[in-house]
Each structure stands twice: as C-alpha cells, then as structure tokens.
T-cell receptor, first 113, second 117 residues
Framework: EAGVAQSPRYKIIEKRQSVAFWCNPI?????LYWYQQILGQGPKLLIQFQNNGVVDDSQLPKDRFSAERLKGVDSTLKIQPAKLEDSAVYLC???????????FGDGTRLSIL | QKEVEQNSGPLSVPEGAIASLNCTYSDRGSQSFFWYRQYSGKSPELIMSIYSNGDKEDGRFTAQLNKASQYVSLLIRDSQPSDSATYLC?????????????????FGKGTHLIIQP
C-alpha cells in the first residue's frame, strides 16, 4: 500500500513570502492531519480534517496559515506571509479514524531566510 | 492542556542490552498511546500502539501502559545500533466530537537513544 505522499521535500523562501505544501493521504483514510515539527521538538498538531471538514484548527495561526481539503482526499497547507519562526518540518499524517494509528509522510522541510 | 513528558536524553545503552524509555501524560482522558521512532532527518515511524493497561509485545519491542499512574513505557530487547534514534511518545483521545475520527496526537519532545556497539 502506498504511504502518505508530500511535496515538495524542501523549500527555501525569504520572510514575508508565501509557500504551499501538498499532501495525498493513504487511500481510504478519511482523517488527515498537518503537524509542525520544530528542530528538537515533537510534532505539534496544526489542523485535523475528517473527510473535507475541519475537526480541529485550534493551534493553527490563522492570521498567516490556511489549509483546505476540498474533495476529501488531497490537502494543501499555505503560509502567507512567512515569518522566521515558521522554519520547521511540516508533516502530513492520515488514519482510518477512531483510535487507529496515524501514518506520516516524509514531510516538507521549510527554511525561512 | 494535554502534556506528554519524556526524558530528552541522550540515553546510552550497550548493544545487546535492554533499552527502557519512559513517558508520562497529563490528560486522564487519554485513550490511545503510541510510540514512534524518528531517525535524524526522517519522519516519525510507528513502532507500537497500546490501548489498555498491561504489556503488549511485538518482536523485540514491548509497550507497557499504566493508566492509573498515567505512565507508558517502551522496552527494546537485544538493542542494536540500528535502534539508535529519537523515540517519540504520543497520546490522543478518541471521541464522537471528532466526527468519528481520532483527535490529533500530542507528542512528547522525544528521547534520543544511542546504542553503543
């Protein structure tokens, strides 16, 4: 079974620019998550989707971050404008739901200059 | 506020010995518990999941859960150099409020494990 796909793998931008990340979950997984992992920390949940609806975005900095999952499959996460503190790895995960484990993609490493 | 605490290490263990990794959590409503392994520059990889009190064994790995003490641990037997990585403890709550899905995971900062040849 194919895993969670993410792109791009790496991105370097200057502060105040915008950037977007893409995620394709494991086939059949209704629940999709975006996490931010800063160096030396555990991943932190940004947003959770159930099909194409948002379940939890309480930790998403909504003044600069946005995310969508229009058809209940692929998802995009956008940052506009980027700040230096947004330098991190952005991880996408998916699960079947309930208490089933979450499986992570390879992540996108974002560097802000 | 959900919190998950782990000793950041590094934890150094001789090859062939048992590595013991510990984790405590603050939310008594936590229902699902996971251990992920993360190699440097890679994404987290699921190692074990445990949902009820007691031990769960899978190969060289044993997860132990004690909900009364809000404590979960991971034992790695016959440690190999390839086990050197950061081990992340994660917990979540599954509820109908999540629309039938699981809440997002709350992670600890991870324990850096070094297996010495």
């Amino acid at each position: 079974e194919a895993g969670v796909a993410q792109s791009p793998r790496y991105k370097i931008i200057e502060k105040r620019q915008s950037v977007a990340f893409w995620c394709n979950p494991i086939s059949g997984h209704a629940t999709l998550y975006w996490y931010q992992q800063i160096l030396g920390q555990g991943p932190k949940l940004l947003i959770q989707f159930q099909n194409n609806g948002v379940v939890d975005d309480s930790q998403l900095p909504k003044d600069r971050f946005s995310a969508e999952r229009l058809k209940g499959v692929d998802s995009t996460l956008k940052i506009q404008p980027a700040k230096l503190e947004d330098s991190a790895v952005y991880l996408c995960a998916s699960s079947l739901g309930g208490n089933q484990p979450q499986h992570f993609g390879d992540g996108t490493r974002l560097s802000i200059l | 506020q959900k919190e998950v605490e782990q000793n950041s290490g590094p934890l150094s263990v001789p090859e062939g010995a048992i590595a013991s990794l510990n984790c405590t959590y603050s939310d008594r409503g936590s229902q699902s518990f996971f251990w992920y392994r993360q190699y440097s520059g890679k994404s987290p990889e699921l190692i074990m999941s445990i949902y009820s009190n007691g031990d769960k064994e899978d190969g060289r790995f044993t997860a132990q859960l004690n909900k009364a003490s809000q404590y979960v641990s991971l034992l790695i037997r016959d440690s190999q150099p390839s086990d050197s990585a950061t081990y992340l403890c994660a917990v979540n709550i599954w509820s109908l409020d999540s629309g039938g899905g699981a809440d997002g995971l709350t992670f600890g900062k991870g324990t850096h494990l070094i297996i010495q040849p």
